[in-house]
């Protein structure tokens, strides 16, 4: 790690991370101010409810954890949280090569190696950091609002879902390496992970969706223990693809 | 001393060769120019030089370090400013100063703040809003302020104005002449390297087709003038480059034993004889005028 490099690199990121804290922070206080007037505008009965919400939608709703959860695992933290993960892989390297900026690091005496790791460190553990903040907020922020959680089982969710964002930070850097333009490796990235999503629809093949493991739904549900072997698996894939991305880079022609 | 050496350095892409068989010794404390056309391979090589591409074939030393594997270590004792710019546009000058002073142990903070006043620097102003000759100022000043022992210039004086150029070459004198470093400095701009550099290469189609003292050169390389009697064509025992003109003038480029060839021309009794020196764009010419080509690989 370089210290004046890691300087550079957090003033380059740290906007981009402030706005998704703020969306982030920002949709759990919506979710927690509204609980109660979606309350209102739920039917009594089940039976009224409209096909497409299913009774677990139905329940999440109703109950102010599990609709926490809901909010946050199931939906924004895997769709924002990529969606940062993505912007932030492609915006790693990519623009520097693009834009020749990189060779003012490479010539003033700091190894490839060096330069990619310090940058992926950092940038995922700013990730992973933001996210895991984001989640024990949850508790806080409810508390201020009046609500209070029946568990905690939201914050180490909320790891194994930061984890699964880091993954798609690395598939993202890994892609944008190979194309070398920011643009079209955003919608690569983009299109490689909505397809990969669509893998969660079933049951049968949602084992192969990092999103599905990103949730931890039955973990949070109290119907498994801790997912650790979802933490291990994205762990080892995330360094897997760094590892694939770092001997790209270390061979790029500047 | 050789500060810089290559061997057989090659470079191909796809079907182009790049650069080819490369060899070049360079002693410490001179100013290398390295000539070249547009297109000629001189960035490559530079590129090469410092690690940033791989070479195809052959090999580069640089201060000692293998430019394939130390490049690192190349990059702690060398100063850079490439054809195109390298800085961060987001960056302040100050900013700038302080990431490369941040990675440079060696910098020199007295000579960087003289380059700063001397070049009139903004330093509260971003990289973007900079003008492109003080982008160029800049880069200079990061290159030099680390006092590195050699410096590697790369078209360093592009894109700028006369008057931006001539400071620009002045200061790397000045500092070149305060520190003997070494030089390298590549352009296709004849009176800048005319005025910087005491040794010189030519390259050509990625082809070394010249190199060494630039007055050895100038010595050398001549032009004369034969005015003979009769109109046949002018052959010659002792070999030169070229034979040109018709009728009864012909000019004739020496690149070798001037005096030799002098001596069998005045042998022929021509009506007039002179010879002529050569400015580096006319050597340039020369050289980088043929059609020199890389052997098949």
């Not at chain 1, 210290?3 to 991370?17: A, N, S």
């Not at chain 1, 933001?130 to 568990?151: C, E, N, T």
């Not at chain 2, 043929?290 to 052997?295: E, H, R, S």
Request: charged residues 20%.
């Amino acid at each position: 790690m370089c210290r004046t490099l890691i300087g550079k690199e957090l003033r380059d990121i740290k906007w981009k991370l402030f706005v998704a804290f703020l969306v982030l922070v920002a949709s759990i206080v919506l979710m927690i101010i509204l609980h109660e007037r979606l309350l209102e505008l739920l039917p009594a009965d089940m039976s009224e409810i409209p096909f497409f919400i299913s009774p677990d939608m139905f329940n999440n709703f109703r109950d102010f954890t599990n609709a926490m959860w809901s909010n946050l695992n199931d939906q924004n933290l895997p769709q924002i949280g990529s969606l940062l993960a993505i912007i932030l892989g492609i915006g790693l390297l990519a623009p520097e090569i693009e834009s020749g900026t990189i060779t003012l690091l490479l010539t003033n005496g700091i190894s490839r190696q060096r330069v990619f790791w310090t940058k992926s460190i950092l940038a995922v553990g700013a990730l992973i950091l933001l996210l895991v903040v984001v989640g024990i907020l949850v508790v806080p922020l409810s508390s201020a609002f009046g609500y209070s959680l029946r568990h905690f089982r939201i914050i180490p969710a909320t790891l194994v879902a930061a984890l699964g964002i880091a993954f798609v930070f690395s598939v993202s850097l890994l892609i944008s390496l190979i194309l070398k333009e920011r643009i079209w490796s955003g919608i690569v990235s983009a299109v490689v992970f909505a397809l990969w999503s669509i893998l969660g629809f079933w049951e049968a093949t949602r084992v192969f969706s990092p999103f599905y493991h990103m949730r931890a739904r039955d973990y949070f549900y109290g119907d498994a223990n801790f997912p650790w072997l979802a933490v291990v698996g994205f762990i080892a894939a995330t360094i897997a693809v760094l590892l694939v991305a770092e001997r790209r880079f270390a061979r790029e022609e500047l | 001393m050789s500060v810089i050496i290559t061997r057989e350095l090659s470079k191909v892409y796809g079907a182009k060769q790049a650069v080819c068989d490369l060899n070049l010794a360079i002693t410490r404390g001179s100013v290398f120019g390295f000539l070249g056309p547009n297109g000629s391979g001189k960035s490559t090589t530079v590129k090469m030089l410092l690690g940033l591409r791989s070479p195809s074939k052959g090999s580069a030393q640089v201060l000692g370090f293998d430019s394939s594997t130390e490049s690192e270590l190349i990059g702690q004792h060398v100063g850079y400013v490439p054809e195109l710019g390298n800085l961060y546009p987001q960056l302040t000058v100050q900013e700038s100063i302080n990431l490369v002073k941040g990675l440079r142990p060696s910098w020199d903070d007295s000579y960087a703040n003289h380059l700063l006043t001397i070049f009139e620097l903004p330093d509260r102003q971003r990289v973007r809003k900079l003008s492109k000759g003080m982008q160029r100022q800049l880069a200079l000043l990061l290159a030099m302020a680390p006092r590195p022992e050699l410096l590697i210039l790369d078209e360093p004086s592009s894109g700028l104005d006369p008057i931006k150029r001539q400071e620009f070459l002045q200061v790397l004198m000045d500092g070149v002449a305060e520190t003997g470093q070494t030089v390298f400095f590549s352009s296709h701009n004849m009176t800048e390297v005319e005025r910087v550099a005491d040794t010189i290469g030519i390259l050509h189609n990625g082809r070394l087709v010249v190199t060494g003292d630039l007055e050895e050169i100038r010595h050398n390389v001549k032009r004369i003038r034969v005015v003979m009697a009769n109109k046949e064509p002018l052959q010659l025992q002792n070999s030169v480059r070229k034979i040109e003109g018709e009728q009864g003038q012909r000019i004739v480029t020496v690149e070798k034993g001037l005096d030799a060839v002098l001596a069998e021309l005045r042998a022929m009794q021509p009506l007039v004889i002179e010879t002529y020196d050569l400015s580096l764009e006319d050597i340039f010419v020369i050289y980088a005028g043929g059609d020199a080509k890389c052997a098949a690989h």
